[in-house]
């Protein structure tokens, strides 16, 4: 069994905001392998599917991004998880470009507030994520500011773009090709 989990902050107001980049990933693993993440369990929003011949749960914790961990904690305890080979994390990342992807298998937070707190939580930073760009702030703008904004028109085209590469990315390491989604999306785009 999978948990796949994808990082955000509950309320309507963070909805297409850059910090819920991973809601909006598992939005559409849910629609395109028909789960519905609607139960309310472990301080999260989940739902039971199948992706590949693999039994999944999609989890969207409703902790608020700052305390991603204490929600997959708890999930990963109830399921009897092994977070080095069946939790995968989405989420948000500025120093990606918009729409590109990064996957590894294991890493420090790299100053991500709902990483951070996920390995406090876990005790480990050896588990696999899904790192979604949404570009860099601009220099005269607060950290906070940005990533709790919304993504200009041209941003949502390459949004969308990698939205649909990180279901794709799942699919492929659900299935147990994870060095397969690595070498596909793990690199830069070519300039168009």
Do not use: W
């Amino acid at each position: 069994m999978f948990i796949i989990a994808g990082l955000g902050n509950p309320d309507r107001q963070y909805e297409g905001t850059r910090h819920n980049a991973g809601f909006d990933v598992i939005d559409r693993i849910a629609d395109k392998y028909n789960i519905a993440v609607d139960a309310r369990k472990h301080r999260a929003l989940i739902g039971k599917g199948i992706i590949e011949g693999q039994k999944v749960i999609l989890a969207k914790p409703q902790t608020y991004m700052n305390l991603s961990g204490e929600s997959i904690r708890s999930l990963t305890d109830y399921f009897k998880i092994d977070t080095e080979h069946e939790l995968l994390v989405i989420y948000d990342d500025i120093n990606l470009e918009p729409g590109q992807l990064r996957i590894r298998e294991k890493g420090s937070a790299g100053g991500h507030n709902g990483i951070k707190n996920i390995i406090a939580c876990l005790g480990t930073q050896i588990f696999p994520r899904i790192r979604v760009g949404v570009g860099a702030k601009p220099s005269k703008y607060d950290l906070a500011d940005y990533v709790l904004g919304h993504f200009s028109k041209a941003e949502k085209e390459l949004m969308d773009d990698g939205y649909d590469n990180a279901v794709d990315a799942v699919g492929l390491i659900v299935a147990g090709r994870t060095g397969d989604a690595m070498s596909m999306y793990n690199r830069k785009k070519k300039e168009e």
